[in-house]
C-alpha cells in the first residue's frame, strides 16, 4: 500500500499561491493564464465553430430546413451523450419553429449507429434531412443507402474516424482525420459538445439571412445544462472548453428551467443543486437505463418534454429501470469476475459470456478496469440473431482502445467495431474471442505497461485530522469541475487511528478514525473489503497509525455538513 509520489506545486519562483492557484499550477495551467482558467466561461474557451470542417455546411443545410419548413429529424446514440446531442438540437429547431423528431434505435434490436434501413424508413416517411448525432462517422454503409434513397445528412459525431469520410451534406466531427489544428485539438468534446458548436453556427448563419427579423433568439445558453450532463456522463475530458461547458451548465442545471431535467433531480433524491458528480453517479445512469434496459427513447422524450406531469412520469420509470438495471449489472459482474482469475497475464481483459444483458456490458467492463487496472473488454456472446457478439470496453489513460478496436475491424477480426480513447464497442463473430485477445494483447502490450508503469497517486495536499474540514473542501471544489482529464484534489490526512471499521453495501469499508489533535472524521472505502486494502483498514492493529488518502467530499446529510474522505490508498506512518 504505497502513497505514490507525491506531487510538488510551488508555483513561480517566490510567489506564495493559495490552494486554488496550485490546484490550477499543478494541473497545467501556464502562470499568466490562471484567471482564465479560475472561472472558466464560454467567452474564454470558445472557439469559432465556421473553423471546422463542414460546420458551416452543416449550419447552411440546418438554416434552410428552418425556413423552408422540412420535415427533421434527428437520429440519436442511445446513451447520455446521445440522449443529450439529440435533445440539444431538436429543442432548438422545435424554438425555430420546425416541430423537428427523432429517433434513438434498441440497443438490443438495432444495435448501435444508424443503420440503412432506418434511414430509409425515416425518409419515406417524410425526413427531407436526417441529422445523426453521436454516431455515424464509421457508419458508411448506411448512409450510402440513406443517400441513395434521396436523404440529405449532416453527421455530427467526435468517434475515431477511418481515412475516408461518410457520405453527407456535413459531416461534423473534431476527430475528422483532415481537421485542422485548433479544430483537431478539441477532439475531446463529446456529441453534445459539438452538437452545440452547430446550434451557434446555425443562429449565426439565419441571423445573417434576417430571420430573426420579427421573431427573437433562441437562449443557447438555456441547453447548457445537457452539453454539461452529455460532457460528463459520457466521460470527456473536462479541460479547456469542456471545463466551461460544465461549469456553466451546472449553473443553468441549479436554475430548474429544464422542466425534464428537474424532474430528473427529483427523481434522483437530490435537494440541493447538481454537482459534477452527480451528473456522473446519479442524473446520467438514470438516462442511460432506458437505452440499456427498457425503451431507448426515454431519455430524449424526458429531456424535450414541456408537461410536468409527463416528466415526473418518465423520471420515475427511468428511476426504476435503473433500479433493474442494478440487479442486472450485479449478475453479470459476478460471472464476469469469476473469468478474471484466469486474465492476469493478458495486458488487456477480454471476457465473454452468454447470456450476459447487451446493455450493462459497458458499466462491467468499467468495473473490470478499475479493479485489475487494465484496459478491458466485456462481450455478450450470441446477443443477436446471427450469434454475434456484443461487445464494449473501458481503457486506462495513455492506451487508445477506440483507435485499436477499430484497426481491429480493419484487420477482419471484428464485424464493426469503433469508439474513442477510452471507450469503445464492437461486434464480434462466433469464436473469434480469443483471436481478438490475442491481436491485442500484441498490439497493445507495450502501451498497457508503460501506462500501467507510470501509474502512482499524486497529492495535491497532506493535512491533520482537524484540517479535513468543510471550509477547506469548498475551498479545493471551487477550482473544479473535475473528472476525467482535470482530476479532483486528492489530499493525505494523518496520522490517524482507526476507532470503528465495519463492512457496507457491497463490499465497501466504512471508518470512523481519529488524529493525534483529537479530531474524528469518517472515511470510506468503496467495493474495498475484499483486497489488501480493505482488509488493512477492517482488521490492521488498531494501535498503529495511518495515513489515509483520496478525495475529500462533504457529507451533508447530516443535520451540518461535515468533511469525509473517500480513501483511494493508504500508508502505515509506524
Same mark, same amino acid.
Given at each position: 500500500?504505497?502513497?505514490?509520489?507525491?506531487?510538488?506545486?510551488?508555483?513561480?519562483?517566490?510567489?506564495?499561491?493559495?490552494?486554488?492557484?496550485?490546484?490550477?499550477?499543478?494541473?497545467?495551467?501556464?502562470?499568466?493564464?490562471?484567471?482564465?482558467?479560475?472561472?472558466? =466561461? %464560454?467567452?474564454?474557451?470558445?472557439?469559432?465553430?465556421?473553423?471546422?470542417?463542414?460546420?458551416?455546411?452543416?449550419?447552411?443545410?440546418?438554416?434552410?430546413?428552418?425556413?423552408?419548413?422540412?420535415?427533421?429529424?434527428? &437520429?440519436g446514440?442511445?446513451?447520455?451523450?446521445?440522449?443529450?446531442?439529440?435533445? %440539444?438540437?431538436?429543442?432548438?429547431?422545435?424554438?425555430?419553429g420546425?416541430d423537428?423528431? &427523432? &429517433?434513438?434505435?434498441?440497443?438490443? %434490436?438495432?444495435?448501435?449507429?444508424?443503420?440503412?434501413?432506418?434511414?430509409?424508413?425515416?425518409?419515406?416517411?417524410?425526413?427531407?434531412?436526417?441529422?445523426? @448525432?453521436?454516431?455515424?462517422?464509421?457508419?458508411?454503409?448506411? *448512409?450510402?443507402?440513406?443517400?441513395?434513397?434521396?436523404?440529405?445528412?449532416? @453527421? $455530427? /459525431?467526435?468517434h475515431?474516424?477511418?481515412?475516408?469520410?461518410?457520405?453527407?451534406?456535413a459531416?461534423?466531427?473534431?476527430?475528422?482525420l483532415?481537421?485542422? !489544428? $485548433?479544430?483537431?485539438?478539441?477532439?475531446?468534446?463529446?456529441? $453534445?459538445?459539438?452538437?452545440?458548436?452547430?446550434?451557434?453556427?446555425?443562429?449565426?448563419?439565419?441571423?445573417?439571412?434576417?430571420?430573426?427579423?420579427?421573431?427573437?433568439?433562441?437562449?443557447?445558453?438555456?441547453?447548457?445544462?445537457?452539453?454539461?450532463?452529455? !460532457?460528463?456522463?459520457?466521460?470527456?475530458?473536462?479541460?479547456?472548453?469542456?471545463?466551461?461547458? $460544465?461549469?456553466?451548465?451546472l449553473?443553468?442545471?441549479?436554475?430548474?428551467?429544464?422542466?425534464?431535467?428537474?424532474?430528473?433531480?427529483?427523481?434522483?433524491?437530490?435537494?440541493?443543486?447538481?454537482?459534477?458528480?452527480?451528473?456522473?453517479?446519479?442524473?446520467?445512469?438514470?438516462?442511460?437505463?432506458?437505452?440499456?434496459?427498457?425503451?431507448?427513447?426515454?431519455g430524449?422524450?424526458?429531456?424535450?418534454t414541456?408537461?410536468?406531469?409527463?416528466?415526473?412520469?418518465?423520471?420515475?420509470?427511468?428511476?426504476?429501470?435503473?433500479?433493474?438495471?442494478?440487479?442486472?449489472?450485479?449478475?453479470v459482474?459476478?460471472?464476469?469476475?469469476?473469468?478474471?482469475?484466469?486474465?492476469?497475464n493478458?495486458?488487456?481483459?477480454?471476457?465473454?459470456?452468454?447470456?450476459w444483458?447487451?446493455?450493462?456490458?459497458?458499466? @462491467?467492463?468499467?468495473?473490470?478496469?478499475?479493479?485489475?487496472?487494465?484496459?478491458?473488454?466485456?462481450?455478450?456472446?450470441?446477443?443477436?440473431?446471427?450469434?454475434?457478439?456484443?461487445?464494449?470496453?473501458? =481503457?486506462?489513460?495513455?492506451?487508445?482502445?477506440?483507435?485499436?478496436?477499430?484497426?481491429?475491424?480493419?484487420?477482419?477480426?471484428?464485424?464493426?467495431?469503433?469508439?474513442?480513447?477510452?471507450?469503445?464497442?464492437?461486434?464480434?463473430?462466433?469464436?473469434?474471442?480469443?483471436?481478438?485477445?490475442?491481436?491485442?494483447?500484441?498490439?497493445?502490450?507495450?502501451?498497457?505497461?508503460?501506462?500501467?508503469?507510470?501509474?502512482?497517486? *499524486?497529492? /495535491?495536499l497532506?493535512?491533520?485530522?482537524?484540517?479535513?474540514?468543510?471550509?477547506?473542501?469548498?475551498?479545493?471544489?471551487?477550482?473544479?469541475? &473535475?473528472?476525467?482529464?482535470?482530476?479532483?484534489?486528492?489530499?493525505?490526512?494523518?496520522?490517524?487511528?482507526?476507532?470503528?471499521?465495519? @463492512?457496507?453495501? !457491497? /463490499?465497501?469499508?466504512?471508518?470512523?478514525?481519529?488524529?493525534?489533535?483529537?479530531? =474524528?472524521?469518517?472515511?470510506?472505502?468503496?467495493?474495498?473489503?475484499?483486497?489488501?486494502l480493505?482488509?488493512?483498514?477492517?482488521?490492521?492493529?488498531?494501535?498503529?497509525?495511518?495515513?489515509?488518502?483520496?478525495?475529500?467530499?462533504?457529507?451533508?446529510?447530516?443535520?451540518?455538513?461535515?468533511?469525509?474522505?473517500?480513501?483511494?490508498?493508504?500508508?502505515?506512518?509506524?
Amino acid at each position: 500500500m504505497d502513497l505514490g509520489a507525491g506531487d510538488e506545486t510551488g508555483g513561480p519562483a517566490g510567489l506564495e499561491v493559495d490552494l486554488v492557484t496550485q490546484i490550477l499550477l499543478s494541473r497545467g495551467v501556464a502562470p499568466d493564464d490562471l484567471e482564465r482558467h479560475r472561472n472558466p =466561461s %464560454l467567452r474564454a474557451f470558445l472557439p469559432d465553430p465556421s473553423l471546422f470542417r463542414d460546420m458551416d455546411a452543416g449550419a447552411e443545410r440546418l438554416a434552410q430546413a428552418v425556413i423552408g419548413g422540412e420535415a427533421v429529424n434527428v &437520429y440519436g446514440d442511445y446513451d447520455v451523450d446521445g440522449a443529450t446531442s439529440a435533445a %440539444l438540437l431538436v429543442r432548438l429547431l422545435r424554438d425555430l419553429g420546425n416541430d423537428a423528431g &427523432y &429517433y434513438i434505435p434498441d440497443r438490443l %434490436l438495432e444495435g448501435y449507429g444508424p443503420s440503412g434501413a432506418a434511414l430509409v424508413r425515416l425518409g419515406e416517411q417524410g425526413s427531407s434531412l436526417i441529422v445523426t @448525432v453521436d454516431c455515424g462517422a464509421m457508419a458508411h454503409e448506411a *448512409l450510402e443507402q440513406a443517400h441513395a434513397a434521396g436523404i440529405d445528412l449532416i @453527421v $455530427v /459525431d467526435h468517434h475515431k474516424c477511418a481515412p475516408v469520410n461518410p457520405v453527407a451534406a456535413a459531416f461534423i466531427n473534431p476527430n475528422r482525420l483532415d481537421e485542422d !489544428t $485548433v479544430p483537431a485539438a478539441h477532439g475531446h468534446l463529446a456529441a $453534445v459538445g459539438v452538437a452545440f458548436l452547430l446550434a451557434i453556427a446555425t443562429l449565426r448563419t439565419l441571423r445573417a439571412l434576417g430571420f430573426f427579423a420579427e421573431r427573437r433568439e433562441p437562449d443557447l445558453f438555456a441547453l447548457l445544462d445537457l452539453v454539461a450532463l452529455g !460532457t460528463v456522463a459520457d466521460v470527456a475530458a473536462l479541460h479547456g472548453l469542456n471545463r466551461a461547458f $460544465v461549469a456553466q451548465g451546472l449553473k443553468v442545471m441549479a436554475r430548474r428551467e429544464n422542466v425534464g431535467m428537474s424532474a430528473l433531480i427529483d427523481a434522483s433524491r437530490l435537494s440541493r443543486a447538481p454537482t459534477c458528480s452527480d451528473l456522473g453517479f446519479a442524473l446520467g445512469p438514470r438516462i442511460n437505463a432506458g437505452g440499456r434496459v427498457g425503451e431507448a427513447t426515454l431519455g430524449v422524450r424526458l429531456l424535450t418534454t414541456a408537461d410536468p406531469e409527463e416528466a415526473r412520469a418518465i423520471a420515475a420509470q427511468l428511476s426504476q429501470l435503473n433500479e433493474e438495471r442494478r440487479g442486472i449489472e450485479a449478475a453479470v459482474q459476478e460471472a464476469a469476475e469469476a473469468q478474471l482469475a484466469a486474465q492476469h497475464n493478458r495486458a488487456v481483459i477480454v471476457l465473454a459470456g452468454r447470456g450476459w444483458h447487451p446493455g450493462v456490458i459497458g458499466i @462491467v467492463a468499467g468495473r473490470i478496469k478499475e479493479k485489475s487496472g487494465k484496459p478491458a473488454l466485456v462481450i455478450a456472446l450470441d446477443a443477436d440473431e446471427e450469434g454475434n457478439g456484443k461487445g464494449s470496453g473501458r =481503457s486506462i489513460s495513455g492506451v487508445d482502445l477506440g483507435a485499436a478496436i477499430i484497426a481491429a475491424r480493419e484487420a477482419g477480426l471484428l464485424i464493426a467495431g469503433g469508439g474513442h480513447a477510452m471507450a469503445a464497442g464492437l461486434t464480434i463473430a462466433a469464436g473469434k474471442t480469443e483471436a481478438l485477445a490475442d491481436w491485442l494483447d500484441a498490439r497493445l502490450g507495450a502501451n498497457v505497461a508503460a501506462a500501467m508503469a507510470g501509474q502512482s497517486l *499524486l497529492l /495535491d495536499l497532506a493535512v491533520s485530522a482537524r484540517g479535513l474540514s468543510p471550509e477547506m473542501i469548498e475551498t479545493l471544489e471551487s477550482a473544479g469541475p &473535475y473528472g476525467m482529464g482535470w482530476p479532483g484534489p486528492k489530499i493525505a490526512v494523518g496520522p490517524v487511528r482507526v476507532v470503528k471499521a465495519d @463492512v457496507v453495501g !457491497t /463490499d465497501h469499508v466504512r471508518l470512523i478514525v481519529r488524529g493525534d489533535d483529537g479530531a =474524528s472524521f469518517k472515511a470510506i472505502a468503496f467495493r474495498a473489503a475484499a483486497g489488501e486494502l480493505g482488509q488493512a483498514l477492517l482488521h490492521g492493529s488498531r494501535e498503529r497509525r495511518l495515513w489515509l488518502a483520496g478525495r475529500a467530499k462533504i457529507d451533508d446529510w447530516a443535520s451540518r455538513p461535515q468533511a469525509e474522505l473517500h480513501i483511494e490508498d493508504a500508508a502505515w506512518a509506524d
